[in-house]
Each structure stands twice: as structure tokens, then as C-alpha cells.
């Protein structure tokens, strides 16, 4: 039974890894956020770190580094997301965004 937990764990952690190395867009009003996971080897989850871009008011830090922990920068990355979703930021994945302005041409493109 508890190697079906932790197989479970890193099935969960491998997709949201997966879901989140794409970097995060934050608005609220005229404040932009940008929170990215940044890997030293292409192709391996670790290691990694969590950069937070407040570019627009002059700062860019690291928050989180993992040399170990698959998934750790993912998680941490997701957190501080959902931490300003509940302050009223509005996050989005520019993954989604792409997505969205693709499928928005082809609309254009087929009305036209």
C-alpha cells in the first residue's frame, strides 16, 4: 500500500510539473507579476528555481531552488499563484494565453 502512495505522489507531482513549466502571468490594476520555473539541465526537473519578475517596479528574484526535489520548484511555483489568485491577482498561464489567441485567429479566420 505504500508504494501505491508514493507512486501516486509522483504521477500528481510529474503533472504538475508538467502543467506549471510554463511561466505565469499575474495582473492587478497596473501591477504585472511573472512567476517562472527555471531549469539548469533542459530536460531534467532538477535543478531548478522559482523566479518571481517584478520587472516593472525594477526587481527579479529567485524564491525557491531544488537540487533534488523533482517537483518542488513546480509546487512552490503553483502556491505563490494560488496565494495572489486569493489576493485578487489575475493569474494566467501564458500557455493558456497562447492557446487562447490561437484559437481566437482561427475564429477570425473562418468568420471572415
Do not use: H
Request: proline share 3%; charged share 20%.
Amino acid at each position: 500500500m505504500k508504494a501505491l502512495t508514493l507512486s501516486t505522489v509522483l504521477i500528481i507531482t510529474a503533472f504538475v510539473g508538467q502543467a506549471l513549466a510554463n511561466p505565469v502571468s499575474c495582473t492587478y490594476g497596473d501591477l504585472s507579476r511573472k512567476i517562472e520555473v527555471v531549469y539548469s539541465d533542459p530536460g531534467q526537473s532538477v535543478p531548478c528555481e522559482v523566479i518571481y519578475d517584478k520587472s516593472a517596479e525594477g526587481t527579479i528574484e529567485t524564491l525557491w531552488r531544488a537540487n533534488n526535489e523533482a517537483g518542488y520548484c513546480e509546487a512552490r511555483a503553483a502556491g505563490l499563484a494560488d496565494k495572489l489568485s486569493g489576493m485578487g491577482w489575475q493569474c494566467t498561464s501564458d500557455a493558456d494565453t497562447a492557446a487562447d489567441a490561437a484559437n481566437e485567429a482561427i475564429t477570425d479566420a473562418s468568420d471572415g
